[in-house]
């Protein structure tokens, strides 16, 4: 049994992949984001180089778990895997269990014209793989 806070859950969509990125346990330090982080980096350089696809369900608890300094983290590692991600991804489901954040966050979405039929926050990961299970079939 890995020790990794993150577990990477890869199922078949089609021709495509779906990965849960599913938190596993709440003790969140710092080198797990460090380590999440630079795992992401691998698979999505893996998922370029071999020009594959995925669409992303992620259950991680970001605002749930993760202080300040370690959002700074993420943010500061973005422009690493932007470019890769956008290019490997298909859609992505976010899980977030408040309803305020979910329904700031798609206002936010429809509000900067992101593609709205491939994002989505949602309150569980159930709700997440039927929408990545419909945007796939678009």
Same mark, same amino acid.
């Given at each position: 049994?890995?020790? @990794? +806070?993150? /577990?990477?859950?890869?199922? /078949? &969509?089609?021709?495509?992949?779906?990965?849960?990125?599913?938190?596993?346990?709440?003790?969140?330090?710092? &080198?797990?984001?460090?380590?999440?982080?630079?795992?992401?980096? @691998? =698979?999505?350089?893996?998922?370029?180089?071999?020009?594959?696809?995925?669409?992303? =369900?992620? #259950?991680? @608890?970001?605002?749930?778990?993760?202080?300040?300094?370690?959002?700074?983290?993420?943010?500061?590692?973005?422009?690493?895997?932007? !470019?890769?991600?956008? #290019?490997?991804? =298909?859609?992505? +489901?976010?899980?977030?269990?408040?309803?305020?954040?979910?329904? =700031?966050?798609?206002?936010?979405? +429809? !509000?900067?014209?992101?593609?709205?039929?491939?994002?989505?926050?949602?309150?569980?990961? !159930? /709700?997440?793989?039927?929408?990545?299970? @419909?945007? +796939?079939?678009?």
């Amino acid at each position: 049994m890995s020790d @990794k +806070a993150v /577990e990477f859950i890869i199922t /078949e &969509c089609g021709d495509n992949k779906i990965i849960n990125f599913k938190m596993v346990r709440d003790n969140i330090k710092r &080198c797990d984001v460090e380590d999440f982080l630079n795992d992401y980096l @691998k =698979l999505v350089t893996e998922y370029k180089d071999k020009n594959m696809k995925f669409y992303g =369900l992620w #259950d991680v @608890k970001i605002t749930n778990v993760l202080p300040p300094t370690y959002i700074k983290i993420i943010t500061d590692f973005m422009p690493k895997i932007r !470019q890769l991600g956008a #290019d490997t991804t =298909l859609g992505n +489901a976010i899980v977030f269990k408040s309803g305020t954040v979910r329904t =700031l966050l798609n206002k936010y979405i +429809a !509000q900067y014209k992101f593609e709205i039929e491939f994002i989505k926050f949602v309150k569980t990961s !159930q /709700e997440g793989e039927e929408f990545i299970k @419909k945007i +796939a079939t678009i």
